[in-house]
């Protein structure tokens, strides 16, 4: 994890990005094996837990990575060894890489990990479906959905609407889904996110705060109010709405991703980064598509604390979270 910050930190404020650096193979080999990787996150349930979600995407993305380089092994092969019809492959681990040998001493090497993030980083970009299963939040509760037929329908009518970018329809159910059941949580979730969508700050913050008396220990709602709060550059209440997210769920690196942002946008530089460092760690340890965002929060941060000559505070977090950025 360490090393991996430290190259990352060079790159993000050297002279060069990954991207620059890849020639036009490279990035042609990147967005074929994204494709294929893609693809295969059709297969992804959106009902899983994230982390459940992030793993099966990474295992999309080796998969991807593994059958590629063995086609490109196979045919290699068939040229050595004028078109062996069978091959008995022996599998081991030399340096930490995976290794196929072939009963006749042709050597393959699979690298896994080969282009690994940039993978990652184009999909996040251009997979549809990616986007959408990273960004299920909805995490039920005895709360969350309504026994009311009444109510149910008003709400799936609203999600409906809210699909076809009809907001104004979406918010007249949603409004009648809560009437139906005031308790009910994910109705007043989706309110909330309609106002939000129609720029309507104030009735956004009311449907979060009533999702939360309805069940407080909602995480989407906690999230979205935080988003809420810095749209209108209230940072303080941003700041201290991603902290209750952090108590409610101290390995939701959201919270610390959110915390971050908001402490330092309000001047706490500190907390700002010693929160922005712990998302980091947490999405690079789970390997999670939002790691490149903490970088890039964390490389601002340090170029604006220079600026200000205030690079103490930035060396300080790294050490404090043990990130060698030396």
């Not at 991996?4 to 490279?26: P, R």
């Amino acid at each position: 994890m360490t090393q991996f910050f430290k190259f990352c930190f060079i790159l993000f404020l050297g002279c060069s990005t990954v991207t620059s650096a890849q020639d036009k193979k490279q990035q042609k080999e990147i967005k074929k094996l994204s494709e294929k990787a893609c693809e295969c996150t059709d297969d992804v349930s959106s009902a899983l837990i994230k982390e459940e979600i992030i793993d099966k995407i990474n295992f999309c993305i080796t998969q991807a990575i593994v059958n590629e380089q063995m086609d490109e092994s196979l045919k290699e092969l068939k040229n050595i060894q004028k078109l062996l019809k069978e091959t008995k492959w022996e599998t081991r681990v030399e340096n930490g890489d995976t290794v196929y040998v072939a009963d006749k001493g042709s050597k393959s090497v699979i690298l896994a990990d080969k282009n690994f993030q940039e993978i990652q980083d184009y999909m996040m970009k251009n997979c549809k479906r990616m986007k959408t299963l990273i960004g299920s939040e909805d995490l039920a509760s005895d709360k969350s959905y309504s026994s009311n037929p009444e109510a149910m329908k008003f709400y799936t009518e609203g999600n409906k609407y809210a699909e076809k970018g009809k907001n104004d329809k979406a918010i007249e159910s949603y409004k009648k889904a809560v009437k139906a059941d005031p308790e009910f949580a994910f109705a007043w979730d989706n309110l909330g996110l309609s106002y939000r969508k129609a720029n309507n700050y104030e009735e956004a913050i009311k449907c979060y705060n009533k999702s939360l008396e309805v069940d407080p220990f909602g995480i989407l709602p906690l999230q979205n109010l935080a988003v809420v709060y810095e749209y209108t550059k209230d940072y303080k209440a941003a700041a201290g709405t991603y902290s209750k997210l952090i108590e409610s769920d101290s390995n939701n690196p959201e919270g610390y991703y959110g915390a971050g942002r908001a402490y330092y946008m309000a001047g706490d530089y500190e907390k700002g980064v010693d929160n922005m460092f712990k998302a980091f760690v947490i999405y690079t340890e789970t390997r999670s598509p939002y790691a490149s965002d903490a970088q890039n929060n964390l490389a601002f941060f340090y170029s604006d604390l220079k600026k200000q000559g205030k690079e103490k505070i930035f060396e300080d977090m790294a050490a404090k979270n043990k990130v060698d950025i030396k």
